[in-house]
């Protein structure tokens, strides 16, 4: 197998991710889409973990999934407010920092 | 992907071709791909949940593949798991709606694309240009788990430790940003 | 009991959670759990103090596999860690391994007598270990752990009986024992800390407590200040604490390690620089925390804590932290300040001058602890001064004879003041001889303990360590230190004796004419007596038997510094220019006698200078005294003109504005400086110069920003976007730059 056909994959998930990162409206919907970037980030560690024939890419792999649960529970916390005080997810509406 | 198949097949020949695994590596890589093509684009929240399942379990996979077993594992157990269930609650929580009666993708969506292509040029150019046919070791064997849990808590106990606090500290924040006051 | 030293900080460290836990229920408020945990700890360190005893009349035998495996326990773990990774480190364990164990050999060919090296009992465990970088958890005894252990152990047994009676009733009794425990857990786990980063944190828990009770009566905005103070300017110190390490962790190969440390440092493997920025910012360490000018100010202040805790923090032992570490990592110091081999150092200056001045702040204090303050500031100065001009064992000396007669006379002072609650010698003291016998007797023999009469306690390390100023150092000695050091004497002779004039003498004033004063209870009492009787003894343990002295027998001269001196490789030998001095009859003569000038010079003033009669027609004198007393300031001028002769008014009063304008001054300088220059920036440059620019620049930013206004969306997408899109931009710029 070539190193590159996974970093390649990796490649194409993480700009699928910066679409959705960018073009969602849901705000539940851009988490999901940060996610899919997190994710080719850890294919990518371990692709290289097994690369050097090392473990650090691995363990690094796993701080970056307990980092995404953290992530994701702040995130959709943040969402649960925004809709509380908006009674909407749509990020669109949320703009209070417009110039 | 089919096309870097068969270079990988034809890269070099007196080397072992494992046709097998690459064989899965594409099937599993078109099934992530489309899923997360859909998983941007469909207007359905809780189906993008599920093309979600889709792409982490094809990432879990591919760990296999490359010998990473524990990732593989804690991918599935943290992630689908737990992390999509989470997902799963804030949809429930927040309302949204669970057919396509709302345009759920904006209007700029071709900002969208145009940036996530301009990066996938500069990617790809980069890793073909940097990596070009290394090949993975032949023999990957499966990592121990003790060697993974040796190395977390020996060369990376601080790190660890670090994330155990991180993961704390997100707890209490969620709570205090959720809470009703 | 030398193996399991780790549990006697362990003890006081459970007490603070009980306390805190369920203090409050019990019947005595927590305090019974505290005074039985530091009993115990107590007894425990006496186990220590007889064990460590035993090893050294018995040192083990010196073979190289049976010591190996005795004191190489730690190296044999270590190496195993480590084999994998850092041979050269492996190397170094064994260095020290083996220099430990040839200590014998370098004290036998020094000519020294009956020293055999005996190897310190080091025990640890590995802690974590990231990345390559090892820490280890463990402690260190050797003869001067013990002593610490000994003292502290002691010295806070006394506090907190003492303190049962004289915080009884307090709103916070059960925090403030609880507190007591924690800080005699952290100073035990100081002492015994076997490497520099354990080191660091017992520091900055002893600080913690400090802190804590310093503000233990926080609703008094003074106090609270005070506690502040105390914190902030230990903070400076720890900066350089922290540095100190940080350097010493590297040029050492890093190692944590003291011992390791040490041995290189004496091996002269680390480069002289290296050692010398690290025992600099060591120092700055040592300024804030043991109280050396100018870092000194918070000392004085933290007397707004309960006086038990004076006694026990700001006297006896945190202070004496920073002594303690120059102690510990004396190969350190000592070669990185070419101590052994020059005629002056800024270690000894430092102390030298802290000495002095400490000095005579003390004369200018009308409040009893302040006095006590500087006089402890002085002290310490002796102290950091002892080991600045090589005489470790004297300073060591001075910190435990010093820990003793301190603690006494604080605790003194807390008696007296218990039932005025004032501590204000002019106005609220006075005549209490009588009507509080037990506490003018221990309050006099610790003074005299401190101003160094023979044979109480203070002449004995006091001698030493001008002798060491004398002797020791490159040729010549350390001449400036001696003269200094000498000096220091009679200023410490006549500030006590001033105090107990206004204590014990003349006419009972203020609080305490108008109170029912009697002597305390036993629980004030009985320490105070121990103590005393500590502070008239304590001074036998290290007689010389050299000089006028010689003939004291062996068996019972310098036993001090025999059990407490370290010998071995960890240690600077004489190979370093390390030495004893010698007892000097002409020094102790002449030191006495200084000091004694002094006490003579205050007796003369206060007893005889000011009216025709004597002390037996006090109440005459009394009344001519309290007419000058209205007139405080004037008193002070000439008072210590007097004493001192015309210079010293003067300087003391000098001293006392420099201290007041200057280094207090220095912070309102800088704030006031900064405020000033932020009103004339504003003023000339903001106002003037700026706002024209801004202005016309505005006029055009205005138009600009209203096109550029509508890229800020306030839409996070649309900011992600542009992130997105400049990282995919610049990173094809590195491609093309880089291919």
Redesign the interface.
């Known amino acids: 197998m070539l190193l590159n056909q996974f970093l390649i994959l990796a490649a194409v998930l993480f700009c699928i991710g910066v679409y959705g990162v960018i073009s969602r409206r849901n705000g539940v919907l851009v988490l999901m889409s940060v996610e899919l970037i997190l994710n080719s980030v850890n294919i990518n560690l371990v692709a290289f973990s097994a690369m050097t024939g090392t473990v650090s890419g691995q363990v690094f792999a796993l701080f970056v999934i307990a980092v995404a649960a953290a992530e994701v529970g702040v995130g959709l916390a943040i969402v649960l407010a925004i809709f509380r005080t908006h009674r909407t997810v749509d990020i669109d509406h949320v703009d209070t920092m417009k110039g | 992907m089919t096309g870097m198949l068969v270079a990988a097949a034809t890269a070099n020949a007196d080397a072992p071709v494992y046709v097998a695994q690459n064989v899965a590596f594409g099937i599993i890589a078109a099934m992530m791909i489309y899923s997360a093509v859909r998983l941007v684009t469909t207007a359905n929240v809780v189906h993008a949940a599920s093309y979600l399942v889709m792409v982490l379990a094809g990432a879990a996979a591919q760990f296999i593949l490359l010998g990473a077993e524990f990732v593989a594992i804690t991918q599935v157990l943290v992630y689908i798991g737990a992390i999509v269930v989470l997902f799963l609650f804030g949809i429930m929580l927040t309302k949204s709606p669970m057919d396509a009666q709302e345009k759920a993708s904006r209007d700029n969506w071709k900002v969208a694309a145009g940036v996530g292509v301009v990066m996938l040029g500069v990617l790809i150019y980069g890793l073909l240009d940097g990596f070009g046919r290394s090949k993975l070791p032949a023999d990957l064997a499966p990592t121990r788990v003790e060697t993974v849990s040796d190395a977390i808590f020996s060369s990376y106990l601080v790190p660890f430790e670090a994330i155990s606090l991180l993961l704390l500290a997100a707890a209490i924040g969620a709570i205090v940003i959720s809470k009703r006051d | 009991m030398l193996e399991h030293a780790w549990i006697i900080p362990l003890i006081p460290a459970v007490s603070f959670v009980l306390i805190l836990a369920i203090g409050k229920k019990l019947p005595r408020g927590g305090s019974e759990i505290g005074i039985a945990s530091v009993a115990i700890c107590f007894v425990l360190a006496l186990a220590v103090g007889a064990g460590w005893v035993s090893r050294v009349n018995n040192p083990p035998v010196i073979e190289p596999g049976h010591e190996l495996v005795l004191q190489g326990e730690l190296g044999a773990a270590a190496s195993e860690r480590m084999a994998a990774t850092a041979a050269e480190e492996g190397d170094q364990q064994a260095t020290a391994t083996e220099g430990a164990a040839t200590g014998g050999d370098i004290a036998d060919t020094d000519g020294e007598a009956e020293h055999h090296g005996t190897p310190p009992v080091q025990r640890s465990v590995s802690w974590?270990?990231?990345?390559?970088v090892d820490i280890n958890a463990g402690f260190l005894i050797d003869g001067l752990a013990t002593l610490m252990l000994i003292v502290v152990t002691f010295v806070s047994l006394l506090v907190h009986i003492f303190s049962t009676d004289y915080v009884a009733g307090d709103r916070r009794y059960t925090h403030f024992f609880a507190f007591l425990s924690l800080f005699t857990a952290s100073m035990l786990f100081f002492v015994i800390s076997d490497n520099t980063l354990q080191m660091i944190v017992g520091w900055e828990l002893v600080g913690l407590c400090s802190f804590a009770l310093i503000g233990h009566w926080w609703e008094e905005k003074a106090n609270s200040d005070a506690a502040l103070k105390a914190f902030l300017v230990n903070r400076v110190g720890d900066v350089g604490l922290l540095c100190g390490m940080i350097v010493l962790y590297f040029a050492a190969g890093r190692t944590f390690d003291t011992l390791t440390l040490n041995t290189l440092a004496n091996a002269g493997e680390i480069r002289h620089l290296l050692l010398l920025v690290g025992s600099l910012s060591l120092m700055t360490a040592v300024m804030s925390k043991s109280g050396q000018f100018i870092l000194h100010t918070w000392l004085p202040d933290a007397m707004a804590g309960p006086t038990p805790v004076s006694a026990l923090i700001h006297a006896a032992t945190m202070v004496v932290a920073g002594v303690y570490m120059i102690a510990r990592l004396y190969g350190v110091f000592f070669n990185g300040l070419s101590i052994g081999t020059s005629n002056i150092n800024i270690m000894a200056i430092i102390g030298a001058v802290t000495l002095i001045f400490g000095g005579l702040l003390a004369f200018v204090q009308s409040d009893i602890k302040k006095v006590l303050a500087y006089s402890t500031v002085s002290q310490l100065g002796y102290m950091v001064m002892a080991l600045g001009v090589g005489a470790w064992t004297a300073g060591i000396f001075h910190l435990f004879t010093h820990a003793i007669f301190k603690a006494c006379l604080f605790l003194g002072a807390g008696s007296l003041a218990h039932h005025i609650h004032s501590f204000e010698m002019k106005d609220d003291m006075g005549g209490l001889r009588k009507v509080m016998p037990w506490t003018y007797r221990t309050f006099m023999v610790a003074t005299a303990a401190l101003v160094a009469i023979p044979p109480f306690a203070g002449f004995w390390s006091k001698d030493e360590i001008l002798v060491g100023a004398q002797q020791l150092g490159g040729d010549g000695g350390y001449p400036l230190m001696l003269v200094m050091g000498t000096l220091g004497a009679a200023l410490t002779g006549a500030y006590m004796t001033r105090a107990i004039w206004y204590v014990f003498f003349g006419e009972r004033r203020g609080a305490s004419a108008t109170h029912d004063m009697h002597e305390n209870g036993p629980r004030i009492v009985i320490p105070l007596v121990l103590l005393a009787v500590g502070a008239t003894f304590a001074g036998f343990t290290n007689i010389p038997n050299t000089g006028a002295l010689s003939f004291v027998p062996d068996g019972l001269a310098m036993r001090f510094e025999h059990f407490v001196e370290p010998v071995g490789a960890y240690f600077p030998s004489a190979a370093n220019g390390f030495g004893h001095p010698n007892f000097n009859i002409g020094i102790a003569i002449v030191s006495t006698l200084v000091g004694l000038a002094g006490v003579a010079g205050a007796y003369l003033w206060y007893w005889k200078g000011l009216g025709p009669q004597g002390i037996t027609e006090r109440n005459k004198f009394a009344r001519a005294g309290y007419v000058v007393l209205d007139k405080k300031y004037g008193l002070d001028i000439l008072y210590v003109d007097v004493i001192a002769g015309s210079v010293k008014g003067p300087i003391a009063r000098a001293a006392n504005w420099f201290h007041e304008n200057v280094i207090d001054g220095v912070v309102d300088f800088v704030g006031t400086g900064l405020r000033d220059t932020g009103g004339w920036i504003y003023k000339y440059i903001d106002q003037g110069a700026i706002d024209t620019v801004v202005n016309s620049a505005g006029a055009a930013a205005d138009g600009s920003g209203e096109v550029l206004?509508k890229?800020?969306?306030?839409?996070?997408?649309a900011y992600?976007?542009y992130f997105?899109?400049g990282?995919?931009?610049l990173?094809?710029i590195l491609?093309v730059i880089a291919?």
């Not at chain 3, 974590?128 to 390559?132: A, E, K, P, Q, Y």
Request: charged share 10%; no cysteine.
């Open positions: 974590l270990s990231n990345g390559g206004r890229t800020q969306t306030g839409k996070v997408q992600g976007a997105f899109l990282a995919a931009v990173a094809a491609i291919s």
